[in-house]
């Protein structure tokens, strides 16, 4: 793809003008954590007899804009996540001794954050600002 003065621009570009530009950026990733193991100090903990915990497993969705205006001296980004966690190690106490367990089925993560960053025409730095919201439900 060429923009409005015949310069090449990378993929994801929805739109170019000159040093302007408009990208939709998109990302998924996935995880895995080897199992733990839980010593036992506190006797019969997380439900594994021989006190070996599942895997913990995630997978990352992120969509979003990334661009540039006014000549590039603006420079702006929207994001929204999405993470997924299953079978989280989580620390516990029984009868005062240090345990581990597995966490559940799934905890959501949700997110969008947005920042955006201004270079004056002198090409000094100012900024950046940036902003997020989050609903983290864990279940």
Not at 7 to 19: F, I, K, M, S, Y
Not at 28 to 53: H, I, M, R, V, W
Not at 102 to 128: K, L, W
Request: charged share 20%; aromatic share 8%; net charge negative.
């Amino acid at each position: 793809m060429l923009d409005s003065v015949g310069a090449r621009v990378p993929p994801g570009t929805a739109w170019a003008d000159g040093p302007d530009r408009l990208r939709l950026v998109a990302h998924y990733k996935n995880t895995f954590k080897p199992a733990a193991f839980d010593f036992g100090l506190a006797g019969e903990s997380g439900g594994e007899e021989d006190g070996l915990l599942e895997p913990e497993t995630g997978a990352s969705y992120e969509v979003g804009l990334k661009g540039r205006l006014m000549g590039a001296r603006l420079s702006y980004e929207i994001m929204s996540f999405l993470m997924n966690f299953e079978n989280l190690v989580l620390a516990q106490s029984i009868d005062g001794l240090p345990s581990l367990t597995n966490g559940g089925s799934s905890d959501s993560r949700e997110s969008i954050s947005s920042s955006a960053t201004r270079f004056p025409a002198t090409c000094t730095r100012v900024g950046p600002m940036a902003g997020t919201m989050r609903d983290s439900p864990t279940t």
